[in-house]
T-cell receptor, first 110, second 110 residues
Framework: SQTIHQWPATLVQPVGSPLSLECTVE??????LYWYRQAAGRGLQLLFY??????ISSEVPQNLSASRPQDRQFILSSKKLLLSDSGFYLC?????????FGPGTRLTVT | GESVGLHLPTLSVQEGDNSIINCAYS??????FIWYKQESGKGPQFIID?????DKRQGQRVTVLLNKTVKHLSLQIAATQPGDSAVYFC?????????FGAGTTVTVRA
């Protein structure tokens, strides 16, 4: 069966510091991969998606970036965090239709 | 902006009663919809999906209804249990992406 991992589970970072969140998927090959952000009490905002290694599509302009160095690895990064980057970050993997979410990373920028 | 929305942000239900969560979508070309359940501090969990060539689909204690004429989607939960307390999101498929509504928070009263 497929499983998706995210780490860390929680993170507190100062403004201006870098960020690296990692997501890995097991049990499937060539999945579509997604990064979402969820503000408190809100829906999910799609940040990036990838349909293959090295292929990244950005949905919203921001100071975040994503990379897919391996088939089942998806990384969300920032060179300098802003207060507005705080939120719950969710990685998901999917087929042509369904998407399945990881446990999420709670990021607090102070 | 978001093309998918939920009619009510909150729903309080007596344990044992049936719950109905509603969702309206705006893209008449959408051909696939998913309902997710998100418990506090966790990633969304896939509940049930439906394709646009169907108007009803049943799962375990859940039923999704699709009315393409009025672009309306609903999730019915039979015999609501305390474990059903969560935020419920409908999502609309758009190529490789999903568009999410803001969510309905369901609270089950004992």
């Amino acid at each position: 069966s497929q499983t998706i991992h995210q780490w860390p589970a929680t993170l507190v970072q100062p403004v201006g510091s870098p960020l690296s969140l990692e997501c890995t998927v097991e049990g499937t090959s060539n999945p579509n991969l997604y990064w979402y952000r969820q503000a408190a009490g809100r829906g999910l905002q799609l940040l990036f998606y990838s349909v293959g290694i090295g292929q990244i599509s950005s949905e919203v302009p921001q100071n975040l970036s994503a990379s897919r160095p391996q088939d089942r690895q998806f990384i969300l990064s920032s060179k300098k965090l802003l207060l507005s980057d705080s939120g719950f970050y969710l990685c998901a993997w999917g087929t042509r239709n369904e998407q399945y979410f990881g446990p999420g990373t709670r990021l607090t920028v102070t | 902006g978001e093309s998918v929305g939920l009619h009510l942000p909150t729903l309080s239900v007596q344990e044992g009663d049936n719950s109905i969560i509603n969702c309206a979508y705006s893209n008449s070309a959408s051909d696939y919809f998913i309902w997710y359940k998100q418990e506090s501090g966790k990633g969304p969990q896939f509940i049930i999906d439906i394709r646009s060539n169907m108007d009803k689909r049943q799962g375990q204690r859940v039923t999704v209804l699709l009315n393409k004429t009025v672009k309306h989607l609903s999730l019915q939960i039979a015999a609501t249990q305390p474990g059903d307390s969560a935020v419920y999101f409908c999502a609309e498929k758009d190529d490789y992406k999903l568009s999410f509504g803001a969510g309905t928070t369901v609270t089950v009263r004992a």
